[in-house]
T-cell receptor
Framework: DAGVIQSPRHEVTEMGQEVTLRCKPI?????LFWYRQTMMRGLELLIY????????DSGMPEDRFSAKMPNASFSTLKIQPSEPRDSAVYFC????????????FGPGTRLTVT | AQSVAQPEDQVNVAEGNPLTVKCTYS??????LFWYVQYPNRGLQFLLK??????LVKGSYGFEAEFNKSQTSFHLKKPSALVSDSALYFC????????????FGTGTRLQVFP
């Protein structure tokens, strides 16, 4: 299995631009998670889906952030408009349903907003 | 509320010596506990988990962890450290019984010196 796939791996954009991060979970996994990691705030859960339905989006920082999961094999995290404080590494993870299952993380997207 | 704490920001150990990375938790009910490792510029990788049963859990790369209910701890251990074990280690606890959400600790940086 290829594992969780994220694209792009690196993104540099200017403030005000729209940014779209993409994730392909492991086939057969029905839970998908978006995290953000920074030195200041550590690892934060932004949103998670179960069977393509958003379950908990309490970690989404503000209305500039949105996430979708149109099907079981694809999810996007969009930031519009982007701001310098959004600079971070964004991880996607997937797991089988059930709290005993471990999450499998993608390699992350390093976002820099100038 | 469910929470997990990693009291040490950094742990230093000489190669060949035993290592311990500490984790304590606060949950209502029986916890599901996890350890993950993050190497530089990589996503988190699952090491081991405690769900039920034997308090000593063995995982990848020779790591093990001991679940101690009375002390509400789940410390990560390895009998003989390797320089290649140097990384960032995260403890996590499942949020609630009916969710896949994990609460991560702040991470402990392990540095193994030759």
């Amino acid at each position: 299995d290829a594992g969780v796939i994220q694209s792009p791996r690196h993104e540099v954009t200017e403030m005000g631009q729209e940014v779209t991060l993409r994730c392909k979970p492991i086939s057969g996994h029905n839970s998908l998670f978006w995290y953000r990691q920074t030195m200041m705030r550590g690892l934060e859960l932004l949103i998670y889906f179960n069977n393509n339905v958003p379950i908990d989006d309490s970690g989404m920082p503000e209305d500039r952030f949105s996430a979708k999961m149109p099907n079981a094999s694809f999810s996007t995290l969009k930031i519009q408009p982007s701001e310098p404080r959004d600079s971070a590494v964004y991880f996607c993870a997937s797991s089988l349903e059930g709290g005993a299952s471990q999450q499998y993380f993608g390699p992350g997207t390093r976002l820099t907003v100038t | 509320a469910q929470s997990v704490a990693q009291p040490e920001d950094q742990v230093n150990v000489a190669e060949g010596n035993p290592l311990t990375v500490k984790c304590t938790y606060s949950v209502s009910g029986n916890p599901y506990l996890f350890w993950y490792v993050q190497y530089p510029n990589r996503g988190l990788q699952f090491l081991l988990k405690y769900i039920t049963g034997d308090n000593l859990v063995k995982g990848s790369y020779g790591f093990e962890a001991e679940f101690n209910k009375s002390q509400t701890s789940f410390h990560l251990k390895k009998p003989s450290a390797l320089v290649s074990d140097s990384a960032l280690y995260f403890c996590a606890v499942r949020w609630l019984y009916n969710t896949d959400k994990l609460i991560f600790g702040t991470g402990t940086r392990l540095q193994v010196f030759p």
